[in-house]
């Protein structure tokens, strides 16, 4: 976040609507990498943990990342987990 932050801070010509498109691209890539990962690792899910709610934790993660580099939220999912 910080780099992507950065790069928009000394370049601000770069920051277009289609390189945006290309980080959220990305992003949700990453989300949907992560959402196949739970789901191989948790296939019946552990006392608390599925990967369902997995699921919720990384779209809510992804779209604080989203915000945090001024891109709105692709998701809208709560965090499931308040202790992380």
């Known amino acids: ?9 000394e370049n601000p010509e770069i920051w277009s609507p289609d390189f945006q498109s290309e980080i959220i691209e990305m992003i949700h890539e990453a989300v949907k990498l992560e959402i196949a990962y739970a789901k191989d690792c948790l296939p019946s899910g552990i006392v608390g943990l599925n990967a369902l709610l997995f699921t919720d934790y990384v779209q809510h993660i992804a779209d604080r990342r989203f915000e945090r580099i001024g891109i709105l939220k692709q998701f809208g999912s709560l965090n499931p987990f308040p202790w992380m």
């Open 1 to 9: 976040i910080d780099l992507i932050n950065g790069i928009k801070a």
